[in-house]
């Protein structure tokens, strides 16, 4: 059974970082990609970033240029490093991966709470 655990969450003062980390287990070595989502209170759940086994890469608009992804792919750890932060990123953040289909989303992590305090 697939398990994802974000972990690496926390407050942080505007302008701070944050590093978070995503543990997968159960999860097929050839899955498609792995991302990170986040959701605000009263706002609907928006994808953050993507990595996908081939190597590529995409980020939303909003956080491009400020966070990182990156996959530790012998440890199956997926990681999103958050740089800039600024108040408009406080979300619940949740860890997300596909099957061996590249089409969509297939598990999900718990959500770890980010705060972003300015």
């Known amino acids: 059974q697939v398990q994802l655990v974000e972990s690496g969450g926390g407050s942080v003062q505007a302008g701070g970082s944050l590093r978070l980390s995503c543990a997968a287990s159960?999860?097929?070595?050839?899955?498609?990609?792995m991302a990170w989502f986040r959701q605000a209170p009263e706002k609907e759940r928006e994808w953050v970033a993507t990595?996908?086994?081939?190597?590529?890469?995409k980020y939303s608009d909003s956080v491009k240029g400020r966070f990182t992804i990156s996959q530790d792919t012998a440890k199956n750890i997926l990681n999103l490093q958050m740089n800039a932060l600024t108040p408009d990123d406080t979300a619940m953040y949740y860890c997300?991966?596909?099957?061996?289909?590249?089409?969509?989303?297939?598990?999900w992590g718990q959500g770890i709470q980010v705060t972003v305090s300015s």
């Open positions: 990595i996908r086994r081939d190597g590529i890469i």
């Open positions: 159960g999860l097929s070595s050839s899955n498609c990609f």
């Open positions: 997300a991966a596909s099957g061996l289909s590249c089409v969509g989303v297939s598990y």
